[in-house]
């Protein structure tokens, strides 16, 4: 399989890397507009070939989309990360013009490819990438609900942690659906276990609600930390995706896609659990949400709407 990354920034290059070590591709290409980053990255990459026994080749190229051409995959990571203090909605401006002119270059070289947008803000830029485009919904698909999921995991076993029992993300369950934001993203606290237990019947409300609120705000916290936004599990979380679908895994995972009537919801891509395969989407699981859980969906929703209604704006 050829999977090409957009972007070699600190996301791009460790998608790069993860899918190079894990070895399922035959070739990666990690394309940037800036000048021999993406050669260097890539270069460097290949030096850990021999030392982390991987086959996988790394190709580095400027703005050259050419060099894409037959990609099975496309994972899009282009545009300016978060500041510390910032949403990533504020994003909007500047990266839905950067989406749509990569989707333009991507898809004249590579037109059977499926593409996993990354960029932010996530959920919009996907709804942007899936219109311009006019792909089936199967092949436009956004990496958010993977990432939070794993952010959701680590921090109900720091809670897990904190109540005596010694967690490790890797024994967790948990999900997050909902838009890919610090203020709507949906931790799903009814369907979280530890090793089967429902989470519920081993921490109390208190530690719950720190959790789920650590993981609304994890990105933004490591941009604070950081200076910008984090790369490890971003980058990480597209190539489990990319994964996916290069060995055909049918695999649960949660993650932005076009709704037609899901969820009693149209025209709008958001945070699911999806079955991932070889065709990108293979199905949407309606998980059945009640109560508070189905209220901050439908604000999870809104929001969403309002974000896309700017789209027009930012292309101007």
């Not at 065709?279 to 189905?294: F, H, M, S």
Request: charged content about 20%; aromatic content about 4%.
């Amino acid at each position: 399989m050829k999977v090409t990354i957009v972007g070699a920034g600190n996301v791009g290059a460790t998608v790069a890397n993860v899918i190079a070590t894990k070895g399922f591709a035959s070739e990666v290409v990690l394309i940037d507009i800036k000048e021999g980053v993406s050669e260097g990255k890539a270069m460097d990459i290949m030096q850990t070939a021999q030392l982390l026994n991987f086959n996988t080749t790394v190709t580095g190229v400027t703005n050259d989309y050419s060099a894409t051409a037959g990609s099975q995959v496309i994972v899009i990571t282009s545009g300016i990360p978060r500041k510390p203090g910032m949403t990533r909605e504020q994003l909007i401006g500047t990266n839905a013009k950067i989406v749509k002119s990569v989707m333009d270059a991507a898809i004249e070289y590579s037109p059977d490819a499926i593409f996993i947008i990354v960029s932010n803000p996530m959920d919009a830029m996907t709804y942007l990438a899936l219109k311009n485009s006019g792909l089936p919904r199967n092949r436009i698909l956004g990496q958010g609900g993977m990432l939070d999921s794993s952010r959701f995991r680590y921090f109900l076993s720091k809670a897990l942690q904190k109540a005596g029992i010694n967690a490790t993300p890797t024994d967790i369950e948990g999900t997050v659906i909902g838009g890919h934001s610090d203020k709507t993203m949906v931790p799903l606290v009814s369907l979280a276990t530890y090793k089967g237990i429902p989470i519920t019947q081993l921490l109390s409300e208190e530690l719950i609600t720190e959790a789920v609120e650590q993981t609304k705000v994890g990105g933004a916290t490591l941009t604070k930390l950081l200076g910008t936004s984090a790369w490890y599990a971003p980058g990480a979380a597209a190539a489990a995706m990319v994964e996916a679908i290069a060995i055909d895994a049918n695999k649960l995972i949660p993650c932005c896609v076009y709704l037609d009537g899901e969820y009693g919801e149209k025209d709008l891509c958001i945070g699911v659990p999806v079955i991932l395969g070889k065709n990108g989407l293979e199905k949407i699981v309606e998980v059945k949400l009640e109560g508070a859980e189905k209220q901050k969906f439908d604000e999870s929703v809104a929001a969403a709407r309002d974000t896309n209604s700017k789209i027009g704006e930012a292309l101007q």
